[in-house]
C-alpha cells in the first residue's frame, strides 16, 4: 500500500474525535523517561513543556488545543484517544519523536 494510500485507509479506519490535548515532544526515549519520572513526582506538566518540549507547541505549556484525532498522526491519535480527561499517557513514540501526551478536555 502506498502512503496515500494508507493515509486514507486509517482515517477510515480511525472515526473523527475531538479532544484538547497538550503535549511534551523531545527526540530521546531517556529524555521522556526522566520527564515522566518529573511528571509522576508531582511536577506540572505545563512547565515541564515550557523548558523541554521541542514543539512550537510548548510556548503554550504544550497545549495544542482541540485536535481532530484523525489529522493527528495514527500512534499519537491512539494513544490520546485512550486517555481520561486529566490523565497523561505512557511515553509515545512517533514518527516525530517521544511524546508524554495530556488530555485536557
Known amino acids: 500500500m502506498d502512503g496515500l494510500a494508507r493515509r486514507v485507509a486509517t482515517q477510515i479506519e480511525r472515526p473523527m474525535a475531538k479532544l484538547h490535548v497538550s503535549h511534551i515532544l523531545v527526540q530521546h526515549r531517556y529524555q521522556?523517561?526522566?520527564?515522566?519520572?518529573?511528571?509522576?513526582?508531582?511536577?506540572?506538566?505545563?512547565?515541564?513543556?515550557?523548558?523541554?518540549?521541542?514543539?512550537?507547541?510548548?510556548?503554550?505549556?504544550?497545549?495544542?488545543?482541540?485536535?481532530?484525532?484523525?489529522?493527528?498522526?495514527?500512534?499519537?491519535a491512539e494513544a490520546a484517544g485512550k486517555l481520561s480527561q486529566g490523565q497523561v499517557s505512557g511515553i509515545i513514540r512517533t514518527r516525530f519523536g517521544f511524546h508524554l501526551i495530556k488530555v485536557l478536555g
Do not use: H, I, N, Y
Not at 523517561?33 to 506540572?44: F, I, M, N, R, Y
Not at 513543556?49 to 521541542?54: D, G, M, Y
Open 32 to 76: 521522556a523517561e526522566d520527564l515522566k519520572l518529573k511528571l509522576d513526582a508531582g511536577v506540572s506538566f505545563s512547565e515541564l513543556a515550557k523548558k523541554f518540549s521541542s514543539c512550537s507547541s510548548a510556548q503554550q505549556g504544550g497545549d495544542l488545543g482541540v485536535v481532530d484525532t484523525a489529522k493527528l498522526d495514527p500512534d499519537f
